[in-house]
T-cell receptor
């Protein structure tokens, strides 16, 4: 298995631009999670899905952030418009509820200038 | 609300020395507990988990952790560390079987020759 796949690995954009991060979970996993990691705030859960349905989006910082999961093999996290304070590493993770183990992707390092 | 406290942000040790990374949690209900490791520029990888049963849990790479309900702790230990154990370690908790994880701020373990 290829594991959780995220793209792009690095993204540099200017303030005000739209940013879209992509994630392909492990096949057969029915949970998908989006996290943000910063030095100041650590690892924060933004939103998670079960069977493509958003279950908890209480961690989404504001309306500029949105996430979708149109099918079991793909999810996006979109920031529009982006701001410098959105600079962070964004991780996607997936799990199967049989084992309570989350498998993390390699992350996308976002820099907003 | 559940929370996780990792008491040490940085732990330097010499190679072949024992190490303990401390983790305390707060929760009013039963919990599942996890330790993850993050190597530089990578995603998180599960080291071990406690769901139920024996309070001493063994994980990968020679690590183990002990669940202490009365002290609400889940400390991670290794009797003899290697240079390759240099990484950041995260303790996490989920409440009542929820798939949602709350992570601590992490402990950076540096193993020196």
């Amino acid at each position: 298995d290829a594991g959780v796949i995220q793209s792009p690995r690095h993204e540099v954009t200017e303030m005000g631009q739209e940013v879209t991060l992509r994630c392909k979970p492990i096949s057969g996993h029915d949970y998908l999670f989006w996290y943000r990691q910063t030095m100041m705030r650590g690892l924060e859960l933004l939103i998670y899905f079960n069977n493509n349905v958003p279950i908890d989006d209480s961690g989404m910082p504001e309306d500029r952030f949105s996430a979708k999961m149109p099918n079991a093999s793909f999810s996006t996290l979109k920031i529009q418009p982006s701001e410098p304070r959105d600079s962070a590493v964004y991780f996607c993770a997936s799990s199967s509820n049989i084992r309570y183990e989350q498998y993390f992707g390699p992350g996308t390092r976002l820099t907003v200038t | 609300a559940q929370s996780v406290t990792q008491l040490d942000s940085q732990v330097p040790v010499f190679e072949e020395a024992p190490v303990e990374l401390r983790c305390n949690y707060s929760s009013s209900v039963s919990v599942y507990l996890f330790w993850y490791v993050q190597y530089p520029n990578q995603g998180l990888q599960l080291l071990l988990k406690y769901l139920s049963g024996s309070t001493l849990v063994k994980g990968i790479n020679g690590f183990e952790a002990e669940f202490n309900k009365s002290q609400t702790s889940f400390h991670l230990r290794k009797p003899s560390v290697h240079i390759s154990d240099t990484a950041e370690y995260f303790c996490a908790v989920s409440e009542g079987g929820s798939e949602k994880l709350v992570f601590g701020k992490g402990t950076k373990l540096t193993v020196n020759p």
